[in-house]
């Protein structure tokens, strides 16, 4: 099946590709078909994913996936959460987003937090009955980045029974555990029912 994935981002189109392939699904990132982003107004991930999904289905006609995740960190009343990519404001960028959590933590004990994604797929932009699927990965955020892989706040989201953060995961290995892959995990088994 051919959709629209309603993202420009090559690092989570690769996550998605991966865990979607075996589906034999084909990935079309709505970039590739001229359609620009979605506006993300709303206050949560459910709404942002169903906005991005039925904004890149109306545009190219197909059936689209669309993902709004984040990390919500507990002693900042799970901030940054839907601004996670855009936390250091405009324009976007991880290191800077990082810069900013490390800094607001910077004398916080409590450093307990989770990664949350809503995934969203669509037949068709006015699909009455959208197949909505999430996950959450829990884990804690270091004062120093560790591990060179994953992107985002990889780095610094320490997961404790493994020692590692998800920046030091293999890629077979995060989309095994974390919040995307639990998302679309959920979504497929979902989908095969009858969605």
């Known amino acids: 099946m051919k959709l629209v994935l309603a993202s420009n981002n090559s690092k989570k189109l690769r996550e998605l590709d991966a865990i979607l392939a075996p589906l034999g699904w084909q990935l079309v990132p709505q970039g590739e078909l001229g359609i620009p982003e979605a506006e993300e107004p709303h206050v949560t991930f459910v709404e942002n994913a169903l906005a991005k999904a039925r904004h890149a289905s109306r545009m190219s006609g197909l059936p689209a996936l669309a993902d709004d995740s984040g990390l919500c960190v507990d002693a900042l009343g799970g901030q940054p959460g839907v601004s996670s990519a855009r936390y250091a404001g405009e324009p ?40 909505i699927a999430e996950g959450e990965w829990h884990g804690e955020i270091l004062a120093a980045p560790r591990g060179d892989d994953g992107f985002g706040y990889d780095p610094l989201f320490y997961i404790a029974e493994l020692a590692q953060t998800a920046a030091e995961l293999t890629a077979a290995e995060k989309n095994r555990r974390s919040h995307r892959g639990q998302a679309l995990a959920r979504l497929v088994e979902r989908l095969r029912m009858g969605g």
């Open 92 to 131: 976007k960028s991880d290191a800077r987003n990082n810069a900013k959590l490390l800094d607001a933590l910077a004398d916080c004990p409590q450093r307990s937090a989770r990664f949350v994604s809503l995934i969203v797929f669509v037949r068709h932009a006015d699909d009455p009955r959208p197949v």
